[in-house]
Every structure is written in structure tokens, then in C-alpha cells.
């Protein structure tokens, strides 16, 4: 099951570089809030399929369900809990407040991701 995948892995590598650039320089009303939540998606989808050699439904699923616990915990205030308020990095990773328009950037994320596999997959 563990198998390296290196177009994965610099896949995971450009979206976090994205990533990254967002968190630190965009501070619009667009990009950071709703793009940054649908690459946020693909970006752990690419990361785990650079490790595993898994399928590519139960794969999304997986990151789908696992962007919707986070965004559990910050529903039930978890910065706050950890004492973490003030730790830009981790109110940056985490995040710090639910909203259902990012429930549905991650949807639209992960229906991205999996178009592009079914093209790439069917070339």
C-alpha cells in the first residue's frame, strides 16, 4: 500500500507553494477565502496519493470527510480550547471559524480533483 509517487508529491509540493502564497499575501475577498478552500482539498488528496497507492474514490471521500472535521472543530471553537488564539500559524492551518461556504468549496474540490483523475485516467 505505501508506494511513492513522485508526480503526486510535486503536485502536493506546487499547491502547497500556492498555498502558502495565499496564507501570506492575498488578503481579498476571493482568493483566500474560497479558492484557498478548494486547493486546500487537492492539496491533501495529492499528498496522500504521493505516499499511498490508494483508489481514487475512497481517497477523496477520505480528504473530503477529513475537511469536514476540521471544519467541526472550528464550529466548536478548538483554537480556543488548545489555547492557540494567538499562534498566527495555527489559526492559519486551522482556521478559525465554520462556515458552510467553506463546506462547499471543499465539495467543489474535491468534484475538481476527481474530474481531472477521470480525464487523466481515461487518456
Not at 475577498?29 to 495529492?46: E, F, S, T
Not at 495555527?90 to 465539495?107: H, Q
Request: proline share 2%; glycine share 4%; with cysteine.
Amino acid at each position: 500500500m505505501l508506494k511513492w509517487n513522485k508526480t503526486y508529491f510535486g503536485l502536493t509540493l506546487f499547491l502547497f507553494f500556492i498555498e502558502f502564497l495565499i496564507a501570506i499575501y492575498v488578503h481579498d475577498a476571493i482568493v483566500r477565502p474560497y479558492i484557498g478552500d478548494v486547493l486546500v482539498v487537492i492539496l491533501i488528496y495529492c499528498f496522500i496519493k504521493s505516499l499511498f497507492n490508494t483508489k481514487v474514490i475512497p481517497t477523496a471521500i477520505f480528504v473530503l470527510l477529513f475537511a469536514f472535521g476540521v471544519e467541526t472543530l472550528q464550529y466548536l471553537n478548538i483554537i480556543e480550547i488548545l489555547g492557540l488564539q494567538n499562534n498566527s500559524i495555527a489559526r492559519t492551518v486551522i482556521g478559525t471559524s465554520f462556515a458552510w461556504m467553506d463546506i462547499i468549496c471543499y465539495c467543489i474540490g474535491i468534484v475538481i480533483l476527481l474530474v481531472v483523475e477521470k480525464i487523466i485516467r481515461n487518456s
